[in-house]
């Protein structure tokens, strides 16, 4: 996205990205820190319980719920992680998007119509 792309987008808050069949969120050692204190566990704690080896095995991500949904997104499509989620949530579709992310994402469909 260019400058006035990413000023003109409008994220509907309707939580598909995060319900993406499939779909994987890396975590850094950085991101498992910041999530567990966020959440008041132990690293350890949260390493178990909440991620698990991603299918390349080069890092871990978080886990998602049978449907596909991300563990972390809520009954209002709102993020439980929000002020800590990882840099992957942080930057979708400002910085980085996949070829079908206009078909997933309904303020993307829009942005591309009004070009
Ligand atoms: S961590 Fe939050 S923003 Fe990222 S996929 Fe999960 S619910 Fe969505
Ligand atoms: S799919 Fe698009 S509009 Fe919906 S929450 Fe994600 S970024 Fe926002």
């Given at each position: 996205?260019?400058?006035?792309?990413?000023?003109?987008?409008?994220?509907?808050?309707?939580?598909?990205?995060?319900?993406?069949?499939?779909?994987?969120?890396?975590?850094?050692?950085?991101?498992?820190?910041?999530?567990?204190?966020?959440?008041?566990?132990d690293?350890?704690?949260?390493v178990?319980?909440?991620?698990?080896?991603?299918?390349?095995r080069?890092?871990?991500i978080?886990?998602?719920?049978?449907n596909g949904?991300?563990?972390?997104?809520?009954?209002?499509?709102?993020?439980?992680i929000n002020?800590?989620?990882?840099?992957?949530?942080?930057?979708?579709?400002?910085?980085?998007?996949?070829?079908?992310?206009?078909t997933i994402?309904?303020?993307?469909?829009?942005?591309?119509?009004?070009?």
């Amino acid at each position: 996205m260019n400058n006035e792309q990413k000023s003109s987008f409008k994220c509907r808050c309707c939580g598909e990205c995060c319900r993406i069949k499939d779909g994987i969120v890396r975590v850094s050692d950085e991101e498992i820190a910041r999530i567990a204190a966020f959440l008041g566990i132990d690293e350890q704690s949260f390493v178990e319980n909440e991620t698990l080896l991603a299918p390349d095995r080069k890092s871990l991500i978080l886990k998602s719920r049978e449907n596909g949904e991300c563990v972390y997104l809520d009954e209002n499509n709102l993020c439980r992680i929000n002020s800590v989620k990882p840099e992957k949530c942080r930057t979708f579709p400002f910085d980085w998007m996949n070829p079908d992310s206009a078909t997933i994402c309904p303020a993307l469909s829009v942005e591309r119509l009004s070009r």
